[in-house]
């Protein structure tokens, strides 16, 4: 039997009554055929006998091309193709930009404000304005907390600046010396907005450092942001059960829950803790550094100290 001839019987034995038109090896995928093969108007004998022929003449199904974005799935019907890196990359900041807009609102509108002139308060004394005893006035867990966010901007710095550079050229600094006043808040839009830059070079090579990236690739920064980072996370875990009195920790939830200052600022630490391991593995990635596999994933479990740890170990620009 020739080609032609068992391709015809194919036809006759697989009527592609559900499959509208579409050529009959499209059809003949297992999910279609088990469909359709007891549809056909031939008996039984004649079947099995096309079928031999169909099977000794060794004709190749032909696959569906991918270019087609069409796929037969399990119930014979079509489905789109896999998502394009284009529209995952939409999708993302999409997520962003709502999540971005949720925080924002929350923190504004819906979180706790029932002791606005006592927030006004404890700024004050946090910055220092009430004295250079303002922040023992103000609760030890707190007062760690608060300054921990003017750490976490710098780390960000040193992280974004160098090897986050956005491909459709918008400039991380303004969103990053933004969040030195206002935290998490502007990082997020500016990741939401940038794309991977896919010809950038981390480290900077030496003759392209600014005043700025040397001093974001100095290891002496680095250093300085451990040390610093280890301070704050030392002197919070001291005054947390079981090495401080409990009544601490009953005060500082206290003030989480009537609060605007405490109860955003904490959140505001916690969004950039959990952000800060993705942004690490970005920058050990774009720098091919090799012990990435096995450092920083512990690193990630430290928060605000193991960013800061990873920059004094990351591969620098030598100066």
Request: net charge positive; hydrophobic share 45%; proline share 9%.
């Amino acid at each position: 039997m020739t080609s032609s001839g068992v391709l015809r019987s194919a036809e006759l034995l697989f009527p592609a009554r559900n499959c509208q038109a579409r050529p009959v090896h499209t059809c003949l995928q297992s999910p279609c055929r088990q469909q359709l093969a007891y549809t056909s108007p031939l008996r039984p004998s004649t079947q099995s006998t096309l079928r031999r022929a169909w099977l000794s003449s060794g004709i190749q199904r032909p696959r569906p091309s991918p270019s087609h974005g069409i796929l037969c799935n399990a119930k014979g019907s079509e489905s789109p193709a896999a998502t394009s890196p284009e529209s995952q990359s939409t999708l993302f900041s999409v997520g962003l930009g709502l999540l971005w807009a949720a925080f924002t609102s929350y923190a504004f509108i819906f979180s706790p404000n029932q002791t606005p002139l006592r927030d006004l308060y404890f700024i004050e004394c946090l910055s220092f304005l009430q004295g250079l005893d303002g922040p023992s006035k103000v609760n030890a867990i707190f007062t760690g907390l608060f300054f921990t966010l003017g750490i976490f901007p710098a780390i960000y710095s040193a992280l974004l600046i160098p090897s986050a550079r956005s491909g459709n050229k918008i400039p991380a600094w303004p969103f990053v010396s933004l969040s030195f006043a206002f935290g998490v808040f502007p990082l997020i839009p500016f990741w939401a907005l940038r794309t991977p830059a896919k010809d950038l070079v981390v480290p900077p090579p030496r003759n392209e450092l600014g005043n700025g990236l040397r001093v974001l690739e100095s290891k002496i920064t680095a250093v300085s942001l451990a040390i610093g980072s280890a301070i704050c996370l030392g002197y919070i875990i001291s005054h947390l059960p079981p090495f401080a009195d409990s009544k601490l920790l009953v005060d500082y939830l206290r003030l989480f829950d009537e609060s605007r200052v405490v109860h955003v600022s904490s959140l505001d630490a916690l969004a950039l803790v959990a952000f800060s391991p993705y942004w690490m593995y970005n920058d050990a990635e774009r720098r091919q550094w090799s012990s990435r596999g096995q450092i920083l994933p512990f690193l990630s479990f430290l928060p605000v100290l193991g960013p800061a740890i990873y920059l004094v170990l990351r591969p620098h620009t030598k100066q």
